[in-house]
């Protein structure tokens, strides 16, 4: 089995809206995307979707987005975006799920010897840069999910299991310096983290950085060209 990522795939089946005024990245991507899914991808293999999925609002909605992941080829495992506003009720989610994804939150899904963890996250306050009380609040909130996530996969592992996690903000400073997230991926030994959430040429974006031996993936749509990054 062969473990790819990507993210921000920003779906709208049903109610189509227009990505090309994002960037000429976005000019029939999703035509590009999954001749690249295809070419790549066997049905034995495993895909990390990192959040940002779809554009509806309601779960129902977002149905169609959901069958479309799933009649690509592979198994997937999603978390949670911040634009994913349909991702209400894990519960109500996994009911509705389509057979070939599986969602994680406060959890971990096992596909062979990976054990698949995941939360949101969200902005790392920069140093001296003040933060609204709100933002505190879900910053703390996203860290104990964190801890529960990482929880469950060191209590599922065994010898040769590797530990991958799913993260939808970057978990380290713009620096690339290490943040409470990347200290408790750290504790944990994680063997290796994707994200998304950034776009475009900006957003001080490297494609791939490493702290503590741990490798952390850039996989949003766009800076992938629309192909699947393999990371195993």
């Known amino acids: 089995?062969?473990?790819f990522a990507i993210s921000d795939l920003h779906l709208s089946i049903n109610?189509?809206?227009p990505m090309d005024i994002f960037g000429g990245a976005w000019d029939n991507y999703l035509e590009i995307l999954t001749k690249n899914w295809k070419s790549l991808i066997s049905q034995?293999?495993?895909v990390l979707i990192a959040g940002d999925i779809s554009w509806?609002?309601?779960l129902q909605e977002a149905l169609p987005d959901l069958e479309y992941i799933d009649v690509l080829p592979g198994k997937k495992a999603i978390i949670r975006g911040n634009h994913d506003y349909w991702w209400k009720s894990i519960s109500a989610l996994r009911k509705a799920l389509?057979?070939?994804i599986q969602a994680v939150q406060?959890?971990?899904v096992r596909f062979e010897n990976f054990l698949i963890c995941g939360t949101r996250g969200w902005t790392v306050p920069e140093n001296n840069q003040s933060t609204s009380e709100q933002d505190q609040k879900i910053y703390l909130r996203e860290i104990e999910r964190l801890k529960l996530t990482l929880n469950a996969a060191q209590k599922a592992r065994s010898q040769g299991d590797k530990i991958l996690l799913m993260t939808?903000?970057?978990?380290?400073y713009s620096s690339k310096k290490h943040s409470d997230f990347t200290r408790l991926i750290s504790q944990y030994n994680v063997d290796c983290v994707v994200y998304g959430h950034l776009h475009g040429k900006g957003g001080n974006a490297s494609k791939k950085v490493?702290?503590?031996g741990i490798p952390y993936y850039l996989t949003s749509c766009d800076k992938l060209n629309n192909k699947p990054l393999r990371i195993f």
Not at 168 to 172: D, G, L, M, N, V
């Open 210 to 212: 490493v702290l503590d």
């Open 106 to 108: 406060n959890d971990c």
């Open 15 to 17: 109610n189509p809206k």
């Open 44 to 46: 034995d293999d495993l």
């Open 98 to 100: 389509p057979s070939s």
């Open 1 to 3: 089995m062969k473990v």
């Open 56 to 58: 509806a609002m309601t």
């Open 168 to 172: 939808h903000f970057p978990p380290f």
